[in-house]
């Protein structure tokens, strides 16, 4: 409760300090259920006629369920960062797995073209004589 008292002197003294209103203020409230809730408030300071500050207006609007969904907006791109880097390092991973087969199968492929040669051609050629 003390808190809730520094803050509203607080504002009192930037209303006093800035001479216009602030808006687009947003904080986190306790509403009469002790449930956290978070509001976007305007307010003014009233001044007579002296310019003494007489009196703070305002206005505040619920925005728990848009701060609800931004946080759960957050998280859902941080699981979609990971996935994405889960994903690259996959990639890359088949990508070096892809490479070797390939290079595999280049040998391979040069190790049959040998064999055909010391084995096969030896006897194509006594055919051919």
């Known amino acids: 409760m003390k808190d809730d008292y520094k803050t509203k002197i607080q504002l009192i003294n930037e209303l006093a300090q800035l001479r216009q209103k602030i808006t687009e203020l947003e904080k986190s409230e306790a509403d009469y259920k002790q449930l956290s809730k978070y509001v ?32 759960e907006l957050k998280e859902r791109e941080k699981e979609l960062e990971i996935k994405t880097k889960n994903l690259e390092e996959m990639n890359a991973a088949l990508n070096v797995l892809l490479k070797k087969r390939e290079e595999d199968k280049a040998e391979l492929e040069e190790k049959v073209l040998l064999n055909i040669k010391q084995l096969i051609e030896p006897y194509v050629l006594k055919l051919k004589q």
């Open 40 to 71: 976007n408030t305007t307010k003014d300071l009233i001044r007579d006629v002296d310019g003494k500050p007489i009196e703070i207006a305002g206005s505040w609007f619920d925005i728990t369920d848009r701060r609800h969904a931004e946080e």
